[in-house]
Structures are given as structure tokens and as C-alpha cells.
């Protein structure tokens, strides 16, 4: 793979650090599962995002003339042969594009030299433990020189409000990833609902466990290398706790299955709901709330452009769920009023209880600001109906061509006093992947069916 995309990213941050700026991005640490395993190894998303290198134990520097230097695992053929290849810093600057590469045993030597006579310097703030108070090490040596005529930086800058900015919007090199990281995960979502029609045609004992093998079979047989998240494969019930963690509860027949996951490829997120009969074939009480929340899906989707509002997809989903909810007799009008008093006092909160979506790109909840940069000084007061609370609002973000977002509206009925039997317990999510264009969006998650006969078939096959 060519490094011009992330030479041309180094090169973006560098024009925004000052001439005199100097950037610090750490990798991720390995952290031990228990003894002497650890979990598997993931990178950090900022350093990657400028690097494309994936070993742990590595540093990425940036200075405000656009260079860039590289710390990492010095070449050791004992631990090679133990732990597996490394690059090593004689071959980092001719495979990742880098100007200077050293061990990173040399760190706490280097850094207080590369520190000195800058202006500001630049970190992800509150992400790595730890570093906040290595950088204050480091500038107290620099410190330490002053009287010499050295200069030490008198800003430390969050780096994130620079990074955050740029991974808000993908490239195309990023959005074919993204695609194709959707299209392995609705593989895995179709083998899943396959797998629990054929298992209880045939009368098996079937698990969550047993679906959310078949999620992470597709998902390895794709190339992906791990879980975006850990998957939800949550029966019956349990579809109503919103982050339940796929476990050993049985697949009944009669009863729903909700399948929250998606694979990470190639460093890049896919995350897809999607709500099933787990016999292939839905009741009336739970095809009505199924059709209810795929109608406010649609509504959001069309909400979902270039210029629009990060927020009004939301909006579009509560104004369909309220009616819904009022139609179908989950809310009683003599007790919450009209639709718009729905909405007004929150009372479709009961059933629906999380926003409509949030950005996605290397991590699954990505980052990037979800208020108009241009506006954040437009903040405006309301009271919350349900805490009192008051909520200062700004802006939201004005959705540009290539912001990934998540579509995923939902109802959750827990029983409680006045709401219709025939809807207890049922809990419905939709879920898709959609990249903002000039006219609308593209759904990129669309390879697993949503259409409540569309899965029906699916099933039966
Ligand atoms: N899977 C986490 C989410 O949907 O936000
Ligand atoms: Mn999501
Ligand atoms: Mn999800």
C-alpha cells in the first residue's frame, strides 16, 4: 500500500501545528488479559491514521517544518522469534515514509532535544495514561536548559482538535474500506439469522452463542481481523438491555433475536443492527413495532444529506416513533396528549431511549465534534422535561460529503403499568452504516435484508 496517504496526512497536521509546533502521537500500549496473555493487540486510531504501522510500542513525531520522526521496537531476533517481525528503525523511513526513525529505547533521550526551542506542543490530550505527566518530564529538562539560552514550549495543545477535524471526513481510500468492511458484516448478519431458522426447524437447543459464532466466521473469512465491538446477540428479552453482551441464553421460537455487529477491516469500523424473528417468521404484535421503527429508519435516512443537520435524522426518527407509538397503543393519548406533546415531554423516552445515531470510522463511536464549528458560540438554554435539567445547546454539525454515520433507531418495551401485553419484551433496533453525499446518503450495510418479508424469505430458504 502506498504511504502518500499518510505522508499527505503528516504533512496536514504539520501546516496546522505553527512553524515552531511540535506534535507527540504514542501508540497503544499491550494490555495483559491475565498472567502473561495479553489481549489482542490494537493500535491506537490517531497514530495509525498517520502512519499505517500497526506494531505496539511506537511513537510518531511531527514538527511544524513537516518532518516527521518514528520511534519503534528495535530489531531483536530473540524476541523475533518469540513475538514475531519487527521493522525496525534502519528500515522505518523507506516503508512508512518517514524522515528520521530511531529505537524507541531512545525516547526519553530525544524528546527533551526535539522539545526544545518550540513554541507549543501538541498531544492527544486524556487518551494515554500517562502521558500528560511524561511530556511534564520531558519539559522540565528542557526546563532545566533555559539558563543556556534554550527556549521551552510555553502551550501544551490538544492534538485531537486537529486530528478530529480530519478523520471526521473520509477519503475515498477510507470509504472503500468502510464499504467493504459493511459487506462483510451483513454476511455475518445473514449466516446468523439462517443459522437460528435452520437450527430450530430441525429442533437444536440454539444459543446467542451459537449466532455469534457465525457472525465471527464471516467476519475472519473476510479479512477482517477482529470485532469492531463486542457483538450483542441478544434473544427474547434480552434485546431490552441496550448493551447486553451475547452470552448463553436459548433462542426461542416465537421470539425476536437482536444482533448488534460488525467487523473492524483494516482498521476501520462497520456496525449493524438488525432485529429477527428467531423461527423466521414475525408475529402481529412484533411485525407492528418492527414495521414502526423501519418507517422511522426511512424517515431518518431521508433526513440524511449534505447540509442537513447531524441531529435532524434524529428528529425525523422521534417524530415517527411519537406517532407510532400513539397509533399502535404503546402511549396512551388521554394520558400524553398529541404528537407533538410526545415529543415535546420526551414520553417516547420510555421505549426509545438513545439518539438515532453517532459518527463511525476506526472506532466504532468515532471521534470528531458533533457541534457546527462555526457556531459554538451560538449556545442557546432548554429545560430537559424529564430530569429539570438545564441543557445548553449549540449547533448541530452541518453533514458534509464523505461523514460516516450510523442510522439506528429502536423500541424497547420493558412491562410496565398500561402497556399492552403483546408488546412486552419485545426489543427492535435497525441499524445501518450510511456515508453522507451531495444528495442524500449511501447505505453501506445494506447486504443483510431489512424489509420484515424480505428477512422472512431469507429465512425460509
Ligand atoms: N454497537 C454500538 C452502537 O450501535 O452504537
Ligand atoms: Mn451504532
Ligand atoms: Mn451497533
Redesign the pocket.
Known amino acids: 500500500m502506498s504511504n502518500s496517504i499518510y505522508a499527505e496526512r503528516r504533512a496536514r497536521v504539520a501546516s496546522q501545528l505553527g512553524k515552531d509546533g511540535i506534535a507527540l502521537i504514542p501508540t497503544a500500549p499491550e494490555r495483559p488479559r491475565n498472567r502473561d496473555s495479553d489481549f489482542l493487540y490494537r493500535h491506537d486510531s490517531y497514530f495509525y491514521y498517520l502512519t499505517g504501522f500497526r506494531e505496539p510500542n511506537a511513537w510518531l513525531v511531527i514538527t511544524g517544518d513537516g518532518k516527521s520522526t518514528l520511534f519503534c521496537a528495535p530489531k531483536d531476533l530473540e524476541r523475533e522469534i518469540w513475538d514475531g517481525y519487527r521493522l525496525g528503525p534502519e528500515a522505518a523511513p523507506a516503508a512508512l515514509g518517514v524522515d528520521a526513525a530511531h529505537s524507541v529505547a531512545e525516547l526519553d533521550a530525544q524528546l527533551p532535544k526535539l522539545l526544545e526551542n518550540r513554541d507549543a506542543v501538541w498531544y492527544p490530550f486524556a487518551i494515554h495514561e500517562g502521558l500528560e505527566a511524561r511530556v511534564g518530564g520531558w519539559l522540565n529538562q528542557v526546563r532545566a536548559r533555559v539558563r543556556y539560552g534554550a527556549l521551552c514550549p510555553e502551550q501544551q495543545r490538544d492534538l485531537c482538535a486537529i486530528l478530529d477535524e480530519m478523520r471526521l471526513v473520509k477519503d475515498a481510500h477510507e470509504q472503500d474500506i468502510m464499504r467493504r468492511a459493511g459487506q462483510i458484516s451483513a454476511r455475518g448478519h445473514v449466516r446468523a439469522m439462517k443459522l437460528s431458522a435452520r437450527m430450530l426447524r430441525e429442533g437444536k437447543d440454539v444459543r446467542e452463542y451459537h449466532l455469534d459464532a457465525e457472525l465471527m466466521h464471516e467476519f475472519r473469512l473476510g479479512g477482517s481481523q477482529s470485532s469492531a465491538?463486542n457483538s450483542?446477540v441478544a434473544a427474547g428479552s434480552n434485546a431490552c438491555v441496550l448493551h447486553y453482551r451475547s452470552d448463553t441464553a436459548p433462542v426461542r421460537n416465537g421470539e425476536l433475536v437482536l444482533i448488534?455487529a460488525g467487523c473492524e477491516l483494516d482498521s476501520y469500523a462497520s456496525?449493524i443492527?438488525r432485529t429477527f424473528p428467531a423461527n423466521g417468521k414475525f408475529s402481529g404484535p412484533q411485525r407492528a413495532l418492527y414495521e414502526l421503527v423501519l418507517a422511522s429508519q426511512e424517515a431518518a435516512v431521508a433526513a440524511t444529506r449534505a447540509g442537513a443537520r447531524f441531529i435532524d435524522p434524529h428528529e425525523a426518527t422521534v417524530k415517527v416513533l411519537a406517532q407510532g407509538m400513539l397509533d399502535v397503543g404503546l402511549l396512551d393519548k388521554n394520558k400524553v396528549g398529541s404528537v407533538q406533546d410526545v415529543i415535546d415531554n420526551r414520553s417516547y423516552f420510555q421505549f426509545y431511549m438513545h439518539r438515532t445515531g453517532?459518527w463511525l470510522g476506526m472506532d466504532?463511536?468515532d471521534c470528531g465534534s458533533y457541534v457546527e464549528p462555526s457556531q459554538v458560540g451560538e449556545v442557546s438554554e432548554r429545560k430537559d422535561p424529564l430530569s429539570g435539567e438545564i441543557i445548553k445547546n449549540r449547533p448541530s454539525r452541518v453533514l458534509k460529503p464523505g461523514m460516516v454515520l450510523?442510522i439506528?433507531p429502536g423500541i424497547y418495551v420493558r412491562p410496565a403499568e398500561g402497556v399492552p401485553e403483546r408488546f412486552h419484551h419485545i426489543g427492535i433496533r435497525i441499524?445501518d452504516d450510511a456515508i453522507v453525499t451531495e444528495s442524500g446518503c449511501d447505505l453501506i450495510s445494506r447486504g443483510v435484508p431489512v424489509k420484515p418479508d424480505e428477512i422472512e424469505a431469507l429465512m425460509r430458504g
Do not use: G, Q
Open positions: 465491538y450483542i448488534d456496525d443492527t453517532h466504532v463511536h450510523t439506528e441499524e
